[in-house]
């Protein structure tokens, strides 16, 4: 894809020297986070179902970032890479039973807003161990609502609330849901829209899947609900047979399609309560999902389909485009504090940098390397032209990707070229070895010494699976959403 070249006017001249900010009326911040949205899962980006319409639509009015990477591969760590701006070894928040908070002199994007004269709203689940309100995520919210973004009564009451937000103050608003996180569940029709002729039944109500069979043994009778749910859903599928792995991958797609008719109605509450036009909102999402290609199934590690999201934003003022250069996670709360001509202030540095130099055809500046983060520390990094992967920690593989002539991360290039795998694995255990600024921890060559070395290494196991091209379950699990 060809970079582009966009002349952008923004509202009030921002970029030519007034700031945003600076105007009588600061523009509400919408941010929507779809949970698990796969970039290539999406109409957006030329996906062969069309299952976001609407979101392609809104990406041709707005600007949309095509090659959009987030920070982790699950939900707890992406976020609180999203709302500060910074990566997950820096932050530190990371699945785990230590239950590290973030710590004080790292602000967040609600914290920032509040203190620039927001009302700060919170619009998402307060129960989920992967959106723990306690661990960061939740500093700077003046007003919470509990929230489950579903088709029918959860919708309605978001749109209920959305109503409440025009104001004197201008708002910031989060928005969050796991309408598309495992297990699959689309409700009717769109648990058939895109796989009609398929004949079993498959159950995907919560309630009736926790005691869809009995316990086999203790572990299994032991586990959390979430992971007896999980377990019990995936236990209807062989994945290794094609009609079950092709429904399977059907039911995640009718679940995206859920969510782009959701989005529909909520951006038509935006405009009815007219805070569409002048809102600067951002569309994207956490991490994305992978269907067996690497050996398991959903998001454990930073491969391409896991960590490519969409990524549109709503710039009052600015014309419509589409830009290729890369986009990640972190570089949102810098983007937003810009165009809000706001200071980022004293503090630790922001990791991330701002994408609006990209909308005038420059070149966004980078560092020599790029991180992204997943579970048991089974991260990557990457420069201009390699990328190298730490497999499912099921697996304990290192792949290496020519990501200049591969860039769908097809090819693993690791046994042809030891030295780079030796030179990026030793960039990234150094990483791994080093706390927030000022505290070094000693440096390893091992994958396992990294995990040791690191005080944010996690214990906790996700879903094991055979190492297959299309895999099936083997164990229980207790990771959460």
């Known amino acids: 894809m ?5 002349v952008l006017t923004m509202l009030a001249g921002a970029l030519a020297g007034e700031p945003v900010a600076a105007r009588a009326k600061k523009p509400n911040v ?14 957006l980006h030329g996906y062969f179902r069309d299952t976001t319409p609407f979101l392609k639509k809104l990406a041709s009015e707005n600007v ?41 002199e790292h602000k967040t994007l609600a914290e920032r807003l509040k203190a620039a004269g927001y009302r700060t709203v919170w619009m998402a689940t307060t129960t989920s161990p992967m959106l723990s ?21 959860g919708l309605k009451k978001v749109k209920t609330l959305l109503k409440t937000l025009p104001g004197e103050k201008p708002f910031f608003l989060f928005l969050h849901t796991y309408m598309l996180h495992d297990p699959y569940h689309p409700v009717a029709p769109y648990d058939r829209v895109f796989d009609p002729g398929f004949r079993r ?42 009609p079950d792995h092709d429904h399977f991958v059907a039911l995640y797609d009718g679940g995206i399609r859920t969510a782009d008719d959701a989005m529909k109605e909520i951006f038509a509450t935006f405009r009815k309560i007219g805070v569409y036009n002048d809102s600067l909102i951002v569309v994207t999402s956490d991490h994305g999902e992978t269907f067996g290609d690497y050996g398991y199934y959903f998001h454990y590690t930073p491969t391409h389909q896991e960590t490519h999201v969409p990524l549109i934003m709503r710039i009052p003022g600015a014309k419509p485009a589409r830009v290729s250069q890369m986009a990640l996670g972190i570089d949102l709360l810098p983007t937003i504090l810009d165009v809000l001509g706001i200071d980022p202030g004293a503090g630790p540095k922001l990791e991330g940098r701002s994408l609006l130099p990209a909308l005038q055809g420059k070149t966004i500046p980078r560092d020599e390397y790029v991180f992204s983060h997943g579970l048991d520390h089974m991260d990557a990094v990457w420069d201009s032209q390699w990328k190298l992967v730490h497999g499912h920690p099921e697996i304990q593989d290192i792949r290496l990707y020519d990501v200049k002539a591969d860039a769908l991360e097809r090819h693993d290039l ?68």
């Open 2 to 6: 060809i970079a582009v070249s966009v």
């Open 30 to 43: 919408i941010f929507i986070s779809i949970d698990t949205l796969a970039a290539d899962h999406t109409s």
């Open 64 to 104: 949309m970032f095509e090659n959009c990477i987030s920070q982790a591969a699950y939900t707890l760590a992406s976020h609180t890479s999203m709302f500060t701006g910074l990566y997950v070894d820096t932050h530190q928040v990371v699945w785990q039973h230590g239950e590290k908070v973030l710590g004080p």
């Open 133 to 153: 309100l306690s661990r960061g995520l939740g500093r700077g919210f003046e007003t919470v609502h509990d929230t489950w973004l579903e088709m029918g009564d």
């Open 201 to 242: 039944h498959i159950e995907l109500a919560p309630d009736k899947l926790e005691n869809l069979r009995i316990p086999r043994n203790l572990e299994e009778a032991t586990v959390s609900r979430d992971a007896r749910i999980r377990n019990n859903f995936m236990g209807q599928f062989n994945l290794k047979y094609k």
């Open 414 to 481: 690791s046994a042809r070229n030891p030295g780079v795998v030796a030179k990026l694995k030793s960039v990234l255990d150094a990483r791994a070895c080093t706390t927030t600024p000022g505290t070094r921890r000693p440096s390893s060559k091992s994958s396992r010494a990294r995990t040791s070395c690191s005080k944010t290494a996690s214990r906790r196991r996700p879903i094991r699976w055979r190492r297959t091209t299309r895999c099936s379950p083997a164990s229980t699990s207790t990771r959460t959403k």
